[in-house]
């Protein structure tokens, strides 16, 4: 028998709901990234992917369902109906969130520090990395991001390309076993988004294992090796870009993969 080299399952998520009063956002999701996959979520405006998002970090609480990272399992508290009300662990959240680097829509960065330090902060407070080291690391980043010159200047100073691009950097500081991108471009100009796209997709080349919610098709279906439509809380279509893209079963997949083209 040929020895078959283990593959190690990076993300999995079993029946994943999300309500936030009357109104059940997530409907059930589940989902298997194995390590070094790339996943992208498409669907409109609406559908849930931004939650799902942040659901996996537990930016949102989930109301049910199971999560694992890297075969560790979030443990919940529940109410008398089986409801998650919230971590059990404090601590465990915050060891995993280390291991999960989050890129928003809008940047995050905090405007009163310069590039350079919005990039050490968490590696040196968190990470517990010495300074002079966390400089270095940091301005290996930023010159693979091409922002080296601008480590000394303030968010406020550089374009909306510039500032996502110096958010991945930040992200990529932690040393980051998963990547999480929410819309990474739908804030900026578009002739602003080729360079962030341009980065997002060294990382892939390198094999981190990626989740990110996109509109921009094109991209997703060069760089990813799953595609999720979901549509009105659930995932309507699921597969490799050529079937979702090209041979989808869901009439609702066509109509929507057929109007962003």
């Not at 942040?54 to 049910?64: G, V």
């Not at 508290?77 to 680097?101: V, W």
């Not at 996502?164 to 990529?172: G, P, S, T, V």
């Not at 760089?223 to 079937?243: A, C, D, M, T, Y």
């Amino acid at each position: 028998m040929p020895q078959h080299s283990q593959v190690n399952i990076a993300l999995d998520v079993h029946d994943l709901h999300k309500s936030f009063g009357d109104n059940e956002v997530l409907k059930g999701i589940s989902m298997q990234a194995k390590d070094g996959e790339v996943w992208s979520v498409i669907g409109s405006s609406g559908s849930g992917k931004s939650t799902f998002l942040r659901c996996l970090n537990l930016l949102e609480m989930p109301s049910q369902g199971a999560i694992s990272i890297a075969g560790e399992a979030i443990e919940f508290k529940y109410n008398s109906q089986g409801l998650i009300l919230a971590a059990q662990r404090q601590k465990q959240i915050q060891r995993l969130r280390t291991n999960l680097g989050m890129v928003f829509q809008n940047f995050n960065l905090w405007q009163h520090q310069t590039v350079i330090k919005n990039i050490i902060e968490a590696p040196i407070h968190v990470l517990g990395t010495d300074k002079a080291q966390a400089i270095d690391e940091a301005e290996q980043l930023l010159n693979r991001v091409g922002l080296w010159d601008k480590r000394d200047a303030y968010p406020m100073h550089l374009s909306g390309g510039q500032q996502q691009r110096a958010a991945i950097a930040r992200a990529l500081a932690m040393q980051p076993k998963m990547m999480l991108f929410d819309e990474p471009t739908s804030a900026l100009d578009p002739e602003l988004v080729g360079e962030v796209l341009k980065v997002i997709r060294g990382i892939a080349e390198e094999g981190k294992t990626m989740i990110m919610v996109t509109h921009e098709m094109r991209f997703a279906r060069d760089v990813s090796n799953q595609i999720i439509f979901l549509h009105e809380g659930r995932i309507e279509e699921q597969g490799s870009p050529q079937k979702v893209f090209n041979e989808s079963e869901s009439a609702r997949c066509r109509a929507f993969v057929n109007s962003v083209h």
